[in-house]
């Protein structure tokens, strides 16, 4: 994962907090993006029904936080959300939700056919 990554300052998503899901195929993945806005909750929203973890970076301050030096390292021109993962770095919010819906092989969140993908993300 980047250097950026702090799990002190993030919080995890997943069915319940006493319940942490595991991903079948990585670790937990680090989405930055102010939490509560639409960006990042489609990427959180997929995550919970695919069971891969995210863990939403915690106080993140819009124009703050994006505007750092650590920040623009993951993304040079500052925009969020991104997505920290094992892959690398992923952004745009439409973007994110689709890794996230693929990246568990176990689960057909993302359709079970070509034409089910296409129609689900159009």
Known sequence: MHEFSD?????????????????LTFEAQV??????HKSPFKALIAAEYNGVQV?????FKLGVTNKSPKFLKL??????????????LVFESNAIARYVARSNA?????????IDYVRHFC
Request: hydrophobic share 25%; no cysteine.
């Open 55 to 59: 863990k939403l970076v915690n106080n």
């Open 75 to 88: 993304n040079p021109i500052g925009k969020v959300p991104v997505l920290e993962t094992p892959d690398g």
């Open 106 to 114: 176990g689960n057909s969140l993302h359709g079970s056919s070509l």
């Open 7 to 23: 799990t002190s300052n993030v919080s995890s998503h997943s069915q319940s907090d006493s319940d942490v899901i595991q991903s």
């Open 31 to 36: 989405l930055h993006g102010l939490k509560g």
